[in-house]
T-cell receptor, first 113, second 110 residues
Framework: LAKTTQPISMDSYEGQEVNITCSHN???????ITWYQQFPSQGPRFIIQGYKTKVTNEVASLFIPADRKSSTLSLPRVSLSDTAVYYC??????????????FGTGTRLKVLA | DADVTQTPRNRITKTGKRIMLECSQTKGHDRMYWYRQDPGLGLQLIYY???????NKGEISDGYSVSRQAQAKFSLSLESAIPNQTALYFCATGSENEQFFGPGTRLTVL
């Protein structure tokens, strides 16, 4: 099972770059790596997705090494509004072989002034 | 208008009552999902549906049932609510690799 492991929490200051690393040692060949952001009492929101190497969009960058056993979400110059929980997801399978996502407990990022 | 809507947004009910949470989406996706979230925890998948005739159990389906009335509608029912089903419930839709979530339904079972 492609279980993910992330730090429980992180603190940062405004204007800094934040890197959140996710471990997924058992990632399957066809799995993509996806990151979501969740604010309190709201549904998660898609941030970025990648398969290998580096992906960048207007919000974040995603770095994936060649072995794909980990990934790093990079948030440039964070602001107070980036305070949220960040989830790393990869595809996963139940024993019955049915596809599903696993949302772990995520990383609680707190941005300080 | 929101792409994924959930009704009600808040509900307080009593133990043993039947309750239905409804979800509608205008994204045009075939896949729909129901999750629950307990305070301070991640999301757990209850049920998911890949098309109108397809229903699949997730991690924590016991005590819940679903109905996929149309491509755009997916409802979640608690046949006999119990207090440990107090949680925030999210509906989602999307493709295999990206999901769009609704605003959530906060359910309290007394």
């Amino acid at each position: 099972l492609a279980k993910t492991t992330q730090p429980i929490s992180m603190d940062s200051y405004e204007g800094q770059e934040v890197n959140i690393t996710c471990s997924h040692n058992n990632i399957a060949t066809n799995d993509y790596i996806t990151w979501y952001q969740q604010f309190p009492s709201q549904g998660p929101r898609f941030i970025i997705q990648g398969y290998k190497t580096k992906v960048t969009n207007e919000v974040a960058s995603l770095f994936i090494p060649a072995d794909r056993k980990s990934s790093t979400l990079s948030l440039p110059r964070v602001s107070l509004s980036d305070t949220a929980v960040y989830y790393c997801l990869v595809g996963d399978y139940w024993d019955s072989g049915t596809y599903k996502y696993i949302f772990g407990t995520g990383t609680r990022l707190k941005v300080l002034a | 208008d929101a792409d994924v809507t959930q009704t009600p947004r808040n509900r307080i009910t009593k133990t043993g009552k039947r309750i239905m949470l409804e979800c509608s989406q205008t994204k045009g996706h075939d896949r729909m999902y129901w999750y629950r979230q307990d305070p301070g925890l991640g999301l757990q998948l209850i049920y998911y549906s890949f098309d109108v005739k397809d229903i699949n159990k997730g991690e924590i389906s016991d005590g819940y049932s679903v109905s996929r009335q149309a491509q755009a509608k997916f409802s979640l029912s608690l046949e006999s609510a119990i207090p440990n089903q107090t949680a925030l419930y999210f509906c989602a839709t999307g493709s295999e690799n990206e999901q769009f979530f609704g605003p959530g339904t906060r359910l309290t079972v007394l």
